[in-house]
């Protein structure tokens, strides 16, 4: 029996099939079940019932599963004390919103890089939704999505917020006659992110909270898209507040009335419960050092 192997079971176990395991533990699908394989034979048991379609925990792999996992956390806290100098080594891969991915990952990537040379980030861009599946399916090792966590197997911490704003162009307004989003909702384009994005939260409560229907809507999976739109004057929107300021004070948008009545969109780093690696907790770590979701710098 060794750490390779038990490492090979659980994370076949836990993630959402082998394929996915197998990039879990840099194997191809072939060599992690030889690896199971092994493991069953040194213990004398069947861990997977591969008489389906799909291989199956067995009754004697479910019991197992928790002492392997004790197992491989002890281990991982043992390899991560007498290496601690030299930081983290292996892969994570983290899942991010594009609001994001245009802001800090790069302070993210960079930070990283110093203090754990021999660590490969990998970012993921998507939304919400998509992102917290990857997640319980263990194709991620971490994330930080807007809003709480919608699944009872992934664990979460707040981490930031981000406060929002109306905006339009002059053009735009000239054109439209008035600066009331409550007007503009019903008689103009509103400019937005799709079903699914953390951003629509804010929307989706804006709207509830005002008993309003949208007239017009451009959705978008893009925010630097959905902006570009905005200062080319096809229809209104809301995007970060402090995107806003940077945009009017160059003079390409106009901040609306009532913005101050948008709620903040909170993030959280969010992880599996039953991921206890010092990968995590590192992680964790630096993401609350970097998060900032101040204006690119192509806005300033």
Not at 128 to 150: F, K, M, N, Y
Request: aromatic share 6%.
């Amino acid at each position: 029996m060794t750490l390779k192997q038990l490492e090979a079971f659980y994370w076949a176990a836990t993630c959402v099939n082998f394929t996915v395991a197998a990039e879990r533990v840099h194997l191809s699908v072939s060599s992690l079940s030889k690896r199971i394989a092994e493991l069953e034979a040194s213990l004398g048991v069947a861990l997977f019932d591969r008489s389906g379609r799909s291989a199956e925990l067995t009754a004697q792999g479910e019991q197992m599963l928790p002492q392997i996992h004790a197992m491989l956390h002890a281990a991982a806290e043992l390899q991560q004390s007498a290496g601690q100098r030299h930081g983290l080594s292996g892969r994570c891969r983290i899942g991010l919103g594009e609001l994001s991915g245009l802001t800090w990952l790069p302070k993210l990537v960079r930070e990283v890089s110093s203090r754990h040379p021999g660590l490969l980030l990998e970012p993921h861009v998507d939304i919400g939704q998509v992102l917290e599946q990857r997640l319980r399916d263990g194709e991620l090792d971490i994330g930080v999505l807007a809003g709480p966590s919608t699944r009872s197997s992934l664990a979460a911490e707040r981490i930031g917020q981000v406060d929002f704003a109306w905006v339009a162009s002059q053009s735009f307004l000239e054109l439209a006659g008035t600066d009331d989003p409550r007007v503009l909702m019903s008689e103009q384009t509103l400019l937005t992110l799709p079903v699914g994005a953390g951003g629509t939260r804010v929307l989706d409560q804006w709207l509830a909270h005002r008993g309003q229907m949208v007239g017009r809507r451009l959705m978008c999976n893009s925010w630097g898209a959905v902006v570009g739109m905005v200062v080319e004057g096809l229809g209104f929107g809301f995007v970060p507040r402090l995107w806003a300021e940077a945009l009017v004070e160059r003079g390409a948008l106009r901040i609306l009335p009532d913005s101050d009545a948008l709620e903040p969109l909170h993030y959280a780093v969010q992880w599996r419960r039953d991921d206890t690696r010092p990968l995590i907790l590192a992680m964790r770590e630096v993401i609350r050092g970097v998060i900032d979701f101040q204006a690119p710098r192509c806005f300033v």
